[in-house]
């Protein structure tokens, strides 16, 4: 156990349903991250955030996908109208932003039907 | 538990013996390396980085090995156990996303034989 927990670990949805996970992050991590991982591949950039501020958004992040960090300590990510192609683990993680190690929680599976 | 990486390459290795895992990379500008460890329906766990000013580094049991040269990288993991079974990732990234986001290659499954 990293200190990362997500929530849900599992998600099954159908496609056109809005889904939200929830991620939070080592107490003291004042960055936080998101990826996504498919079957066979490693982990995705998603986006991250330093505090509140969601600095940095891969060109992955479709305009389906938001994230959020209102306090700067939990996340959630949202996914509108979920496709098939969204059935991924997505994974969060923290770091403090002095050192490069990122803590990775267990992640949420989703599963588009 | 979930299955990560069904279609990964896979290294097999007898217990005891020692294990090498390679990476490429693609990426020259890249400065910092990290192997991360992933077990079936867990999140990626760190085991050692190193930066590009390094070309070997030594942690409990492992060795990354950077060769800037040619791009690769590769742990190394002595007395391997049933413990080490695994998919393990290699990720990079350079000053333009120093410590923003790493990129992770494909993976590789290692397998440890009784």
């Known amino acids: 156990d990293t200190g990362v927990s997500q929530d849900p670990r599992h998600k099954i949805t159908k496609r056109g349903q809005n889904v939200t996970f929830r991620c939070d992050p080592i107490s003291e991590h004042n960055r936080l991250y998101w990826y996504r991982q498919t079957l066979g591949q490693g982990p995705e950039f998603l986006t991250y955030?330093?505090?509140?501020?969601?600095?940095?958004k891969s060109r992955l992040l479709s305009d389906r996908f938001s994230a959020e960090r209102p306090k700067g300590s939990f996340s959630t990510l949202e996914i509108q109208r979920t496709e098939q192609g969204d059935s991924a683990m997505y994974l969060c993680?923290?770091?403090?932003?002095?050192?490069?190690?990122?803590?990775f929680g267990p992640g949420t599976r989703l599963t588009v039907l | 538990g979930e299955s990560v990486g069904l279609h990964l390459p896979t290294l097999s290795v007898q217990e005891g013996d020692n294990s090498i895992i390679n990476c490429a990379y693609s990426n020259s500008a890249s400065d910092y390396f990290i192997w991360y460890k992933q077990e079936s329906g867990k999140g990626p766990q760190f085991i050692i980085d190193i930066r590009s000013n390094m070309d070997k580094r030594q942690g409990q049991r492992v060795t990354v090995l950077l060769n800037k040269t040619v791009k690769h990288l590769s742990l190394q993991i002595a007395a391997t156990q049933p413990g080490d079974s695994a998919v393990y990732f290699c990720a990079e990234t350079n000053p333009n996303n120093y410590g923003q986001n790493f990129v992770f290659g494909p993976g590789t499954r290692l397998s440890v034989l009784p």
């Open positions: 993680a923290s770091s403090l932003a002095s050192r490069n190690e990122q803590f």
């Open positions: 955030f330093q505090n509140e501020a969601q600095l940095e």
